[in-house]
């Protein structure tokens, strides 16, 4: 891939084995491509049932002020996060999305004389971020297809490659690909395991949607585990994906080093109005969240019928086993307008995941899915 590109030679090695992250293919290019209309986009575990109006609103009178610079320091956003979460603002790091403070702390605390433990199976960007810092990247085993929470994360074998070299470990929670959850006994267990030299960085991009009374409620946590960072985002429940607006809690000590590296203005001005905004909305969210469980009964029903098995998800979002046709599948639903998301880079090519969209979006799917499979009317 980087054969013809003279500049490889100037660049550091661990940028030169990196492959660019992936998107989910956005509807004008699928329509572009392959001359279809009204494309449905099943691939970026969006929220099919965006902002509340407020929100829009409020990016609304942002635009005014675009001329300026926003709040490097995103106080007003800062703050409301605070009151929302019952923490101090010291302990807040905001980012454009989620994935920005990823690696902010692969920057901070990786060299390529540490190393960082993350799962077969978890977000891809976790990869990406270790080996751009040439740190060693130790990839732990998953849970057995036949486990409870089949590819979902062994905390066990996690723990296991942890040394005095290691300094940060990566747990998605719920993670992606697979929808899968660690429950709270084992991963207040895994912390308490964990040295204080390693820090837990706990991925929780789709904690709106992962309810349940096993569920843990890491907020609680933080003055008994110093090491320990929470991930979160609007861009799933709160309906702002394309606004790229995310944040990391952690001990001040830490967020202190994060805000050091972190690039200045890095969340817009419009981004921090609206989640300003959203986070006032709470009961957009929980709207949001049951119509997130109503559609993915109706999704995971819909595909059981059609002989389509899925993993247990906590996410907005299923793994569906299509077998060694996961490929042609995934072709044929692009050509029928519907974007879905193939995972053979995580190496579960048999796969596909499936964003939970709304009613219409699934019943188009669906009647996509069942021609594929010969079962259609």
Excluded at 41 to 51: I, R, T
Excluded at 59 to 75: K, T
Excluded at 136 to 151: G, T
Aim: aromatic fraction near 8%; include cysteine.
């Amino acid at each position: 891939m980087t054969g013809d590109n003279a500049y490889t030679e100037l660049a550091a090695a661990s940028v030169c084995g990196l492959a660019p992250y992936e998107p989910g293919k956005p509807p004008e290019a699928l329509e572009r491509e392959y001359g279809v209309r009204d494309a449905i986009k099943l691939a970026s575990n969006e929220n099919p049932f965006g902002a509340a109006d407020s929100v829009r609103a409020a990016m609304r009178d942002a635009i005014d002020n675009v001329r300026l610079y926003p709040d490097g320091a995103g106080f007003a956003l800062c703050k409301a996060l605070s009151q929302h979460l019952g923490v101090d603002p010291a302990q807040l790091t905001l980012g454009n999305g989620s994935n920005d403070i990823l690696v902010l702390l692969a920057e901070c605390f990786l060299t390529p004389e540490t190393s960082a433990v993350y799962d077969r199976y978890s977000f891809v960007v976790y990869r990406l971020a270790v080996q751009a810092t040439g740190a060693e990247a130790r990839i732990a085993s998953s849970n057995a297809p036949d486990h409870a929470q089949p590819f979902g994360h062994d905390l066990d074998a996690m723990l296991a490659l942890v040394d005095e070299t290691t300094r940060l470990v990566f747990i998605a929670n719920p993670n992606n690909p697979t929808g899968t959850w660690v429950d709270s006994e084992m991963l207040h267990d895994f912390l308490r395991a964990l040295p204080d030299h390693v820090i837990a960085v706990v991925d929780e991009a789709y904690y709106e949607y992962a309810v349940g009374e096993d569920y843990p409620d890491t907020l609680t946590w933080l003055d008994q585990f110093p090491n320990l960072v929470i991930l979160r985002t609007f861009s799933k429940a709160y309906g702002l994906a394309g606004l790229r607006v995310g944040y990391g809690i952690s001990a001040p000590g830490i967020a202190e080093l994060l805000n050091r590296v972190r690039q200045p203005f890095n969340v817009n001005s419009v981004a921090q109005a609206a989640a300003v905004q959203a986070l006032a909305e709470q009961d957009w969210v929980e709207n949001c969240r049951a119509n997130n469980r109503h559609c993915m009964d109706g999704l995971r029903t819909g595909l059981e019928a059609l002989g389509i098995a899925c993993l247990p998800s906590r996410g907005n979002f299923l793994l569906a086993y299509v077998g060694s046709r996961a490929a042609d599948c995934n072709e044929y639903l692009l050509r029928a307008g519907v974007i879905v998301r193939p995972v053979a880079n995580y190496g579960l090519p048999e796969y596909l995941r499936i964003t939970v969209g709304g009613e219409q979006d699934i019943a188009c799917l669906l009647e996509a899915l069942a021609e594929f499979m010969g079962k259609g009317a």
